[in-house]
C-alpha cells in the first residue's frame, strides 16, 4: 500500500458496471453506495468514466438512482457522448450499429452515403444481417473506418460472463480491412478527457476497475496509478497473477479504496 502513495492522490476516476452495480440485476456493489457518499462528503475530486453502450448517459445515470446511487449526469463520462461529439467535429457521416436504445442519440447524423461505422454494445442487436449491414457499408468506403465505443473483451451480466464490444469490432476491422478508433477506455484521449474534466494530472489520481485491460492496463499506459477491485468481471486466477498487467493494488470493493484514499488525505 506504501507504493499506492508514493506520489499525493488528489482524485479518483472509477470504472462504473462491475464497481458501483453488478450489470443486469442492477443491484449495487457491497459498500458502493456508501463510498460515493464520501467522496462527495469530503469533496474528493472524482469521475465516473465508463465504457457503458446500451444506455446513453442520462439513462445510465437513472439506473444508477434506481440502485440507491445520488448521481448526476456531469459526474459521469460514457462513450455515447464522446461518439457524438467526436462525429460532429470531424462532419462524419456515419452508418450506426448500436442498442435501440440509444439509437436516438445518432438518428439525425445517419447516412446511406455513410464514411464511417459507429459501433456500441448492441447486445441482442448484434445480429448476423445488422453485423453484415455494417461490413457492406464498411466496403463501399474509400478509407473503411470504424468509431468503437470500447474494446472490451466481455463483461459480467446476471453471474454470467458476456461476450463484449470488441469481439465485433475485430470481426468488422478483419473482414473489412478498416481502421478502427476507440471511444472509450482503454484510449489515451479518453482518459485525458477524464483527466482534464478532473482539473488533475494523470500521477495525480488512481483509476479504480474491474477489468484488468481496459481500466488497469488502460490507466497505467497514461500514467495513472490503478486499483483493481475484486467484484465484477474480476477473476483471481486470471487477474491476480496476469503475465503482464499488475495493478498498482488489489480491493475487495470500491469503498475499501475510497477509505484508503481518505487515510492518507488526513495523514
Known amino acids: 500500500m506504501a507504493k499506492l502513495f508514493e506520489k499525493s492522490v488528489k482524485g479518483l476516476l472509477i470504472d462504473i458496471t462491475g464497481v458501483l452495480y453488478d450489470s443486469g440485476h442492477n443491484n449495487a456493489i457491497k459498500g458502493s453506495i456508501n463510498a460515493v457518499k464520501l467522496l462527495s462528503e469530503r469533496n474528493i475530486p472524482h469521475k465516473f468514466v465508463t465504457n457503458e453502450s446500451q444506455v446513453n448517459r442520462d439513462g445510465l445515470v437513472a439506473k444508477l438512482r434506481r440502485a440507491g446511487f445520488d448521481l448526476n449526469p456531469d459526474q459521469i463520462l460514457c462513450p455515447v457522448m464522446v461518439c457524438r461529439q467526436y462525429v460532429l467535429s470531424k462532419g462524419l457521416r456515419p452508418h450506426v450499429l448500436v442498442h435501440n436504445d440509444v439509437k436516438c442519440e445518432f ?17 441482442k442487436f448484434f445480429t448476423y444481417d445488422a453485423m453484415n449491414d455494417a461490413f457492406r457499408a464498411l466496403m463501399k468506403m474509400k478509407e ?32 473489412a480491412d478498416a481502421k478502427t478508433v476507440i471511444i472509450g477506455k482503454p484510449s489515451k484521449e479518453y482518459f485525458n478527457m477524464a483527466l482534464e474534466s478532473l482539473g488533475l494530472k494523470a500521477d495525480e489520481v488512481i483509476m479504480v ?34 503475465v503482464s498487467i499488475k495493478p498498482n493494488h488489489i480491493v475487495n470493493n470500491l469503498e475499501e479504496i475510497v477509505n484508503m484514499v481518505i487515510k492518507h488525505l488526513d495523514s
Open 144 to 175: 473503411p473506418l470504424i468509431l468503437s465505443m470500447g474494446k472490451g473483451k466481455y463483461y459480467e451480466d446476471c453471474g454470467k460472463l458476456t461476450i463484449d464490444l470488441g469481439a465485433f469490432t475485430a470481426a468488422l476491422e478483419y473482414a
Open 209 to 242: 476497475g474491474d477489468d484488468i485491460n481496459a481500466d488497469i492496463a488502460g490507466a497505467q499506459s497514461n500514467g495513472i496509478r490503478a486499483v483493481l477491485v475484486r467484484s465484477g468481471k474480476y477473476r483471481a486466477e486470471r487477474d491476480e497473477n496476469h
Open 107 to 123: 438518428e439525425d447524423l445517419q447516412s446511406t452515403e455513410a464514411n464511417c461505422v459507429i459501433i456500441g454494445d448492441a447486445h
